[in-house]
């Protein structure tokens, strides 16, 4: 396209020399006398030239274009100085200056309303972040920092606006600044701890971004994430594994030796320990009489000939499990080592459990980020929910309209709804009950059935309950950074952008299905004198009020935006020009009453207008365009019947 241009540019400059060498008068200019108006010409010709190398460097095509024709007019200003022309070449340098000059204004005014939207779309997405978003200079100072900053950092944003990467940094911030510096233009991810103005150290996952302007770097992006929750759940994991490689380091070893009439010859202390019985009440002793269950006397006889393994009860008041190991000595001897594997088992059992714990907290972790948090994910968790905690019954309730319900549940019967509830992991009537609590508000409960559960259980439940607490503010988070994304943050309602992709797409499905769409646009009247007369804050209010106010009175399939200060555009689906008339109709009624911000009352009146997919047009462009009309008709009219009044 460019190269066309640049062809058109040089026939349209070299049929205009041509035509005035062979169509024009020419004039003998003295160039004493005229020489300025000569210079401030080709002033003008150069300068509309270097537009043209301007907005192809910066491809602004119609600006390109204007910038052409805004050349060819100035070229044409040039040639009169030295040629006499018809009437009419004065009418084609103007309409050259005239298309040159719209296509510029008209170009730059798009790019200006893009960054402007851009830049809203970034404020947004900045100030609302959980996440710490800090930008330095070269030097490592800090020039601008989000609320989530502040919030950890315990700083105000004028605190730390000109602070230096070291002074909130734990190691030396000029090692980190270092590390920024050289990231060669990439994207980097590290971990590393801040400092608080109260001393406390934050860690965080940082990710670090340049910002490149050509080939050099002017600032430096920081987004940082607290893990310190995330470490102390690691931390706490490593400690039970801790515990239990001691208990499984620490296992008692008996020792006994055996003669062939099966008489005790000597015992160690630990066996005496584990057996629970004196030395000298053992020695000489029948084995047999004693510990009869211990190992069969078939496997005792076998034992002499060959290495046997075997495991076997100890009951001492209790029940024990020892692995016998039988070796073969010396005048038929036997020495047998009994290792009470007794806590191994129960420690390979919670082993067992902790492994089927784990696989639990990831991949329900897992499921609920990809899928959302709903009741059919913990449905199909439910069983290794009660598997993992020895649990008979396994419930999840959920808050809906301030009470909790029952949406899922394995085993046996639960109450449909929750009575009383406690923030904190409770263990009442043989149910153990944990609280899912949000910005210190609790939205949903698991219950599962138990029986005096001991600290281990309570602890997985304090696990659980934080993974899942995490899952659900990522969720949160994220659904808020779609929402901001989407929706306009004044009154709920759906931003232009968002609005005008649903109206294309539902336009998509009338065609589709051969239906009718009607979209309504509304401009509030005289709203500059509320913002006038009571300040913007309360004109905000009212804004919002109406907005609220406008949307219960719409279907479920119906779409409303806000496309600017004070205009709003409806979408009804299926709906004709009478079904839209209808639907004015009850918003007329409905505002006849005033708009109720605070103590104040506000009447607030509108003018509409209404246009019909296919009818008044196939494009979005077509269906604003003339409802924007007709918006302005009725308002006309509206001001002349007040006026003629």
Not at 553 to 574: T, Y
Request: aromatic share 12%; glycine share 6%; proline share 2%.
């Amino acid at each position: 396209m460019k190269k066309i241009l640049w062809l058109a540019l040089l026939a349209g400059a070299g049929f205009l020399i041509i035509h005035s060498l062979l169509n024009g008068i020419f004039l003998h200019t003295d160039l004493e006398i005229y020489w300025r108006t000569i210079f401030s010409r080709v002033v003008f010709l150069f300068a509309s030239f270097l537009l043209i190398v301007l907005f192809h460097l910066v491809d602004m095509s119609i600006a390109f274009t204007g910038a052409v024709s805004l050349f060819l007019g100035a070229l044409m200003n040039f040639l009169e100085v030295f040629f006499l022309f018809p009437n009419s070449f004065y009418l084609v340098k103007f309409v050259f200056y005239l298309a040159g000059s719209s296509l510029i204004f008209f170009e730059t005014f798009r790019v200006m309303l893009r960054l402007k939207r851009l830049t809203l779309m970034f404020r947004g997405l900045f100030n609302e972040n959980n996440d710490m978003v800090i930008f330095y200079d070269v030097n490592g100072k800090i020039v601008e920092v989000n609320p989530a900053a502040e919030k950890f950092l315990k700083y105000t944003k004028e605190e730390l606006i000109g602070k230096t990467l070291e002074k909130i940094s734990s190691t030396n911030g000029l090692d980190t600044m270092f590390q920024m510096m050289s990231l060669s233009f990439t994207e980097r991810t590290l971990e590393r701890e801040f400092v608080t103005k109260d001393g406390e150290t934050v860690l965080c996952e940082s990710k670090i971004i340049p910002i490149v302007d050509g080939k050099k770097i002017v600032l430096i992006q920081e987004i940082a994430r607290p893990i310190s929750e995330i470490r102390k759940i690691e931390d706490q994991i490593r400690r039970e594994r801790r515990r239990f490689l001691t208990y499984f380091n620490n296992i008692p070893v008996l020792s006994v030796i055996l003669r062939e009439d099966r008489t005790v010859e000597d015992i160690n202390e630990a066996g005496c320990k584990l057996l629970n019985i004196d030395r000298g009440d053992l020695l000489n002793k029948n084995w047999f009489e004693l510990f009869p269950e211990s190992f069969p006397k078939e496997l005792f006889e076998k034992a002499f000939k060959e290495r046997v393994v075997h495991e076997g009860i100890i009951r001492d008041g209790g029940e024990r499990i020892v692995r016998w190991v039988f070796i073969p000595l010396e005048d038929n001897r036997l020495m047998v080592a009994g290792i009470d594997i007794t806590e191994e088992r129960k420690n390979l059992l919670s082993l067992e459990r902790d492994r089927k714990f784990y696989h639990l907290l990831l991949h329900l972790s897992s499921s609920l980020l990809s899928l959302g948090w709903n009741a059919f994910v913990f449905k199909q968790y439910l069983p290794l929910i009660a598997e993992v905690f020895d649990a008979k019954g396994v419930a999840f309730y959920e808050k809906e309209d301030g009470k909790y319900l029952l949406k899922a549940y394995l085993g046996i019967p639960f109450e449909e709804s929750l009575s009383n509830t406690s923030n904190a992991i409770a263990c009442e009537n043989d149910i153990l009950k944990i609280p899912l609590e949000h910005e210190t508000e609790t939205f949903a409960f698991l219950l599962i059935t138990c029986k005096e559960p001991g600290k281990d259980i309570f602890e997985m439940a304090k696990l659980l309950k934080n993974q899942l607490e995490l899952v659900y503010w990522k969720l949160k988070g994220e659904e808020r950074i779609l929402w901001l994304a989407e929706h306009d943050p004044l009154t709920g309602v759906y931003n232009r952008e968002a609005f005008e992709s649903r109206l294309a797409y539902l336009m998509n499905l009338s065609k589709r299905y051969n239906r009718k769409l009607s979209f309504i646009f509304i401009d509030l009247d005289d709203f500059k004198r509320i913002n006038d007369s009571r300040g913007h804050l309360v004109g905000d209010r009212v804004l919002k009020e109406f907005a609220r106010t406008l949307s219960t009175l719409l279907r479920k399939s119906d779409i409303i935006g806000r496309l600017g200060g004070d205009e709003f555009g409806i979408v009804l689906p299926e709906t004709d020009f009478n079904g839209a008339e209808t639907m004015i109709r009850r918003i007329k009624d409905r505002f006849k009453e005033p708009v109720v911000v605070g103590e104040d009352q506000f009447l607030v009146k509108f003018s509409y207008g209404i246009s019909v997919f296919p009818d008044d047009g196939e494009n979005i462009e077509e269906l604003m365009k003339v409802a924007d009309e007709r918006m302005y008709i009725n308002k006309f009219r509206k001001k002349g019947e007040k006026d003629g009044g």
